[in-house]
């Protein structure tokens, strides 16, 4: 159905959707791996030889799939071209994003940046085949701020980390 409006949807999706998982491309699937599940803890699910793998956080079949498929050895799509800006992985609480932080710090991985968006908290940078990563935690809906007129008000604000890891105790 064509509107003249793009953004106008007169059958909104239902409001239960997620998005299930993830599929990344990337170079070199132990590489990958020891990214997702040495560093940020992700569970193997599943090992297909050295073509594809299937991880998850606890007993869900799979969040992310890594393949080689059409990218072994490849490299990262160049700047200025179209593709994945970034996955964005949902921490349960605040103390769990500090220890996504802490293993990240702990690896020696440099972040891209750190931002409070008033509406969650999110760590930004790199796996290994130079995919964005975003690490975030959702600020209960009841503490969003909102304009006047109750419109959502989200900006990009520095995130203390120091502040984050204090959390770990």
């Known amino acids: 159905m064509t509107t003249s409006n793009p953004t106008e949807n007169v059958n909104p999706i239902n409001p239960g959707v997620r998005i299930g998982h993830v599929h990344l491309k990337v170079a070199d699937l132990d590489r990958a791996l020891g990214f997702y599940c040495g560093v940020l803890g992700f569970e193997l699910k599943q090992r297909m030889g050295g073509s594809a793998a299937f ?9 992310i799939g890594l393949n080689t498929w059409e990218s072994a050895g490849g490299q990262p799509p160049a700047r200025g071209t179209t593709g994945l800006f970034h996955l964005a992985i949902l921490y349960p609480t605040r103390r769990d994003l500090a220890d996504a ?49 109750g419109d959502l008000v989200m900006g990009t604000y520095r995130l203390d980390l120091d502040a984050l890891l204090g959390e770990l105790g």
């Open 55 to 63: 991880i998850a956080a606890g007993g869900y079949h799979h969040h």
């Open 101 to 149: 932080l802490r293993r990240v710090l702990d690896a020696g991985l440099r972040l891209d940046g750190a931002s409070n968006h008033g509406v969650s908290h999110a760590l930004y940078l790199r796996d290994p085949d130079q995919n964005g990563v975003e690490l975030y935690w959702d600020l209960p809906e009841s503490e969003w701020p909102r304009s006047d007129n």
